[in-house]
């Protein structure tokens, strides 16, 4: 149940794609996917086909990086520049988060009621630690590596883990590209644009907040955002991946309220990014701090955050089928790289 008692965040089943099932059933599948994320953006997926035991195995790689020595984790430091965001980020060193979307001038995205309830201005001291990697064979957004002394196999997991996650994701686009009832030739170009290598999977660690820190009020976990960019994360959208430990929760559009996405088994979370809110709309989401409440200790929290994002310099347009359908354009045509600078100048992201 969300903060207000009411809200479900809907789950959809896939495992039609994921068996490779008849066209109907994909269908099916694919039109129930469509309906639910046009809602708010957001969504649980069963049937994702990633098995539980890798997931088990990510969140224990996860656990091991974050408790290392400090020194050691710092041995892979995150560089002081937004390119390449990569390796491992210090408490407290991502600003990025905390604007969004629905701080910009752009008027296309203020028409929700969500806005009036993030407050942007608030600063919250964000207890998190990150670690960022991408594919390696990636040269611009290169990969930050431990020495593989201080977390054997990390290297090897990690990369492996990395391009499971893009299989999965590829099913989601296949039935959000059936959802939309694009032409081949659109599909096409949309696959084209998601390759795997601009993809970034992120391991992040919640520290756990004693009932002291709480009376600190500006001590927080993630404020609300959409995935337009956490320094340089535009997706078009994102799998998370959490602990048995909740906080995380989605924006409902039409009240302003938020839901938790209550861990569940063999469900993954799904939000939109910004880059396909010009066709879905994006999810507002934050991570939340359980004892804020009650003033109790709050637990540790992992989740592992994978943004799917296209070629960077690849044009983006809209789809002939759906201007015509809507009888005009709405979206000018970008590239990945033009928008996201787009949005950093919006958000005035470097103040
Ligand atoms: O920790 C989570 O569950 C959410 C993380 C997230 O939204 C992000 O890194 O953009
Ligand atoms: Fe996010």
């Not at 988060?97 to 009036?116: P, Q, S, V």
């Not at 989601?172 to 059936?178: F, R, Y």
């Not at 989401?285 to 804020?292: A, D, E, L, M």
Request: aromatic share 8%.
């Amino acid at each position: 149940m969300g903060s207000n008692g009411v809200l479900r965040i809907p789950i959809v089943d896939l495992s039609a794609f994921t068996n490779n099932d008849d066209p109907e059933s994909c269908q099916a599948a694919a039109k129930a996917l469509a309906e639910k994320v046009h809602i708010n953006g957001s969504v649980g997926i069963s049937g994702h086909g990633l098995a539980s035991k890798v997931l088990e195995e990510a969140f224990a790689v996860t656990k091991k990086l974050f408790d290392l020595l400090y020194e050691d984790k710092m041995k892979a430091p995150h560089p002081d520049a937004m390119v390449p965001n990569r390796g491992y980020s210090d408490i407290g060193r991502e600003k990025g988060a905390a604007k969004t979307a629905l701080e910009t001038d752009d008027e296309a995205k203020k028409d929700n009621r969500l806005l009036g309830r993030v407050n942007p201005y608030l600063q919250l001291t964000r207890l998190k630690e990150s670690y960022e990697i991408g594919s390696e064979q990636n040269s611009v957004q290169y990969n930050i590596w431990l020495p593989e002394d201080v977390l054997p196999n990390f290297r090897q997991f990690t990369t492996k883990f990395f391009w499971e996650l893009h299989k999965t994701a590829s099913m989601i686009l296949e039935a959000l590209i059936m959802g939309l009832d694009l032409t081949e030739e659109e599909a096409a170009t949309i696959r084209a644009l998601h390759t795997g290598h601009d993809n970034q999977l992120r391991l992040l660690h919640y520290p756990s907040i004693s009932a002291e820190m709480l009376k600190n009020e500006t001590v927080g976990r993630l404020q609300a955002h959409t995935d337009w960019s956490n320094l340089t994360v535009n997706s078009l959208f994102t799998l998370l991946f959490q602990d048995s430990n909740s906080g995380l929760e989605f924006g409902d559009r039409e009240t302003g309220d938020f839901a938790s996405a209550m861990p569940k088994e063999g469900v993954l979370y799904m939000n939109i990014g910004d880059m396909l809110d010009r066709v879905y709309p994006s999810g507002l989401h934050r991570v939340v701090v359980s004892g804020k409440a009650n003033g109790e200790e709050t637990p540790a929290r992992y989740s592992i955050p994978y943004f799917v994002t296209p070629t960077p310099d690849d044009v983006i347009a809209p789809s002939p089928s759906l201007v015509a359908r809507q009888a005009k354009q709405i979206y000018e045509v970008v590239t990945f790289n033009s928008y996201s600078e787009q949005m950093f100048q919006r958000t005035n992201v470097f103040e």
